[in-house]
């Protein structure tokens, strides 16, 4: 009989102390279920982008820049055909809410030119970076592709030139008239990259610039050089490219590139002249590029 008590009280007492254990493993600590630091390692999202859907491209540009840009088509005598150039062809795509374009090409006596617009919705698929850091990504490395010249001492990054020069005095204490004041000029020559009015700026029928074909007198190289642009978008640079095919006139490519939150728009302005020996004015398809560039951020921006 001892022996059996014994047994027992044994068991009870292991059948206790599981208990005492089983209760003391449960709930009662606070790092069991939850880690008091787990809730501060979640990271928020990043902010999606302002843009949802993008315009229609060959409805963003309005006739009159087009007769600006493209002065062939007001020569078109046929109706049909004038309403033709001025439609465009919309480039091929495969979502028109993350990438579109539109293409012109219009031929006149004078010159041939060329006018596309793109613009590119950035969406980005990593949810540490906003689609406006994305975007800004992209633009950046199609700057950086540009290989854009260092910015000269002659002129800031918005295109406005420092004075180059000052008056100087003559032997009387007057002063020079070697540094008139710009006199009033057209309405392109407000958005002027050179900072500078000149009756050239305003452009002439055929397209083809100055009629020696070559820039204005008041509008030096180094205001001209590709550049960066700080007054338009949130980010926006200039190229301006002269080629030669063989014994042809030269051709000037003008491309604007800006990013305006998450959408990227690229404006590709061409000019091909007939005549031998002919040089596109720089600084007049400059001012028509960057003035279609502003109408189409402020489109954006409405």
């Known amino acids: 009989m001892q022996r059996k008590a014994y047994v027992t009280g044994t068991a009870a007492l292991l059948a206790a102390v599981l208990v005492g254990c089983t209760s003391g493993s449960g709930g009662g600590s606070p790092t069991d279920n939850a880690n008091p630091g787990d809730s501060g390692t979640t990271t928020a999202a990043a902010q999606p982008g302002k843009y949802r859907t993008l315009p229609e491209p060959c409805r963003a540009v309005g006739h009159d820049t087009l007769d600006s840009m493209l002065p062939g088509i007001k020569q078109l005598a046929d109706p049909a055909q004038r309403d033709k150039a001025y439609q465009g062809d919309a480039a091929l795509t495969y979502d028109t809410d993350r990438k579109v374009g539109c293409r012109w090409k219009v031929e006149s006596p004078d010159a041939t030119d060329r006018l596309s617009v793109d613009f590119e919705r950035v ?9 406006d850091d994305q975007a800004k990504k992209l633009f950046e490395d199609m700057e950086t592709a540009a290989d854009l010249p260092e910015p000269s001492d002659s002129s800031t990054t918005s295109g406005t030139p420092t004075p180059t020069s000052t008056p100087t005095s003559t032997p009387t204490g007057t002063s020079s008239p070697s540094a008139s004041p710009a006199s009033g000029g057209s309405p392109s020559a407000s958005r ?3 900072g500078s009015r000149s009756p050239s700026g305003s452009g ?11 820039p204005s007198p008041d509008a030096s190289a180094a205001d001209l050089q590709p550049r960066v642009l700080s007054d338009l978008g949130d980010d926006a640079y200039i190229d301006d490219q002269l080629g030669s ?9 003008v491309t604007v590139v800006f990013r305006t939150s998450n959408v990227v728009v690229t404006i590709e302005y061409e000019e091909q002249p007939m005549a031998t020996g002919t040089v596109p004015d720089s600084k007049e398809m400059q001012d028509r590029a960057r003035d279609l560039a502003s109408q189409l951020d402020d489109a954006l921006a409405g």
């Open 123 to 131: 969406v980005s698929y990593d949810n540490t970076v906003s689609d």
């Open 192 to 194: 002027s990259p050179s």
């Open 204 to 214: 002439s029928p055929s397209g083809s610039g100055s009629p020696s074909g070559s």
């Open 245 to 253: 095919s063989g014994s042809t006139a030269e051709q000037r490519t």
